[in-house]
Nanobody, 118 residues
Framework: QLQASGGGAVHIGDSLKLTCAASGPVRSFAIGWFRHAPGKRREFVAAISASGQNTKYGYFVNGRCTISKDSAKNTVYLQMSSLKPEDAASYYC??????????????WGQGTLVTVSS
């Protein structure tokens, strides 16, 4: 299972750190973060390989996000900074193949909501 947390209400320019706690067989999979805002398509945010040695980011990140993994805790983090109103969405973590495609991920956690206001 996957448990995403850390969302909340922030202001423009703030930072936020999301956490994805993994248990069971998902530990050996790559972890990806996706976001989905009402009326918009689901977007790939970031992914980290099972080993933690490889990372990739969505086109809109532009250096504002860092994905990391604490293997001892079976936890993946998504540090976001310089948040913008367009970053407001429900953020989901997923386990599967190291990819930008949501279809490559088998296990999904529940979303954690991020709102950004002025």
């Amino acid at each position: 299972q996957l448990q995403a947390s850390g969302g909340g209400a922030v202001h423009i320019g703030d930072s936020l750190k999301l956490t994805c706690a993994a248990s069971g067989p998902v530990r050996s999979f790559a972890i990806g973060w996706f976001r989905h805002a009402p009326g918009k398509r689901r977007e790939f945010v970031a992914a980290i390989s099972a080993s933690g040695q490889n990372t990739k980011y969505g086109y809109f990140v532009n250096g504002r996000c860092t994905i990391s993994k604490d293997s001892a805790k079976n936890t993946v983090y998504l540090q976001m900074s310089s948040l913008k109103p367009e970053d407001a969405a429900s953020y989901y973590c997923a386990a599967g193949r190291y990819s930008e495609n949501a279809l490559d991920y088998t296990y999904w956690g529940q979303g954690t909501l991020v709102t950004v206001s002025s």
